[in-house]
């Protein structure tokens, strides 16, 4: 096999379709919308983070008694499933290029096992203002309505997942920001040809909007309303978290990812606080917002505790104070 993996590691609605159509401009790099096909197979050996009709927790223990009377035990099924997963990305590379650019949001998930799996593999983490992620899944996933608690998943376990991986491999990965991307293209998409040591062709910054990525993933809305590099979408989420509320939620969000984490991210705590309390606020959506905001906490904690109830049945009354609840709403990264 001659493909090599690219993960594009980053949050949902964080440009990475964009970054994967401009990167399909090159010849040497296929991909495909998100194929999401190494979540299942690296969770098989975990007992938490799954629920199944066939009760994962039980699949898990002998899986990993199967996998630890193996030659090599836990080695060689890494190296099944690498291989497996190579063969699966060179088919649907249908032997064109070096690279199999896999864009699959939810990988922050496993970001440490990518690492340990593929060693020969590129990383690129994308970063993206965290106001701008917010506004844009309001605006793309809730329609305009505040129905954020549905992605609480990726904003909050998946930048803290995402971060921490970073730290962990940042001297064999590369970390780009979206509107560095954007706004200087001619500056910073060479850095990030020369991270994958192949040549960076500027024409591909002018030819992506003709690359169509096969499947339904992704962001089609995106597709749609971008032909060209552009800031246009830089300052969106000014108008998208204008009342109080959102504004509030907003700071909150702001003050939990923290300073230390933001810097790595290449963004300034009390820059984005100073920007966000510029806005004009409005009562815009208001009232609608406040509701929703309170009904989605009744839901979540029932949901929380029947998940509760429904692990301890099925470890026989043995819950675990780490639990984690087995069911989520809008566990897609596309809903």
């Known amino acids: 096999m001659t493909i090599r993996p ?9 440009g990475s379709t964009l970054v994967q159509r401009v990167l399909a401009a090159h010849p ?12 299942p197979h690296t969770y098989a050996t975990r007992a938490t ?21 193996l030659p090599g035990g836990e080695e060689t099924y890494r190296d099944e499933l690498r291989a497996f997963t190579l063969r699966l990305y060179e088919h649907a590379a249908g032997g064109a290029g070096v690279y199999f650019l896999d864009k699959t949001p939810r990988y922050h998930f496993i970001a440490d096992e990518l690492f340990d799996l593929f060693p020969d593999g590129k990383f690129v983490f994308l970063w993206r203002n965290p ?18 608690g549905r992605w609480r998943i990726d904003l909050f376990d998946g930048l803290a997942n995402l971060v921490a991986s970073h730290e962990r491999h940042a001297g064999t990965s590369l970390s780009m920001r979206y509107e560095d991307l954007v706004s200087d293209p001619h500056t910073y998409w060479p850095v990030l040809f020369d991270h994958l040591e192949i040549p960076f062709d500027p024409a591909i910054l002018t030819s992506f909007p003709a690359v ?12 749609d309303a971008y032909d060209a590099l552009t800031t246009r979408s830089v300052d ?30 290449g963004y300034d705590l009390d820059e984005l ?31 929380e505790r029947g998940g509760r109830l429904l692990w301890e049945s099925a470890r026989g009354g043995d819950a675990r104070s780490s639990y984690e609840s087995p069911t989520s709403e809008g566990q897609g990264s596309s809903p």
């Not at 690219?6 to 964080?14: E, I, T």
């Open 6 to 14: 690219l993960f594009l590691l980053s949050l949902p609605r964080s």
């Open 28 to 39: 040497d790099i296929a991909t495909a919308a998100e194929p999401w096909v190494l979540l």
């Open 49 to 69: 983070g799954v629920y199944a009709e066939y009760g994962h927790a039980l699949a898990a223990r002998a899986i990993n008694e199967f996998v630890a009377a």
């Open 131 to 148: 106001l701008s992620v917010v506004a844009s899944t309001v605006e793309t996933w809730g329609r305009g309505k505040w129905k954020i």
């Open 212 to 223: 169509r990525v096969p499947g339904r993933f992704g962001d089609p809305t995106g597709v």
């Open 236 to 265: 969106k989420w000014r108008a998208t978290l204008a009342n109080p509320f959102r504004k509030r939620w907003s700071r909150n969000y702001l003050g939990w990812i923290g300073a230390e984490r933001l810097a790595m991210m």
């Open 273 to 303: 606080m100073a920007e966000l309390d510029a806005v004009r606020g409005g009562t815009q959506r208001l009232g609608s917002d406040l509701v929703r905001s309170s009904a989605a906490w009744v839901v979540r904690a029932g949901r």
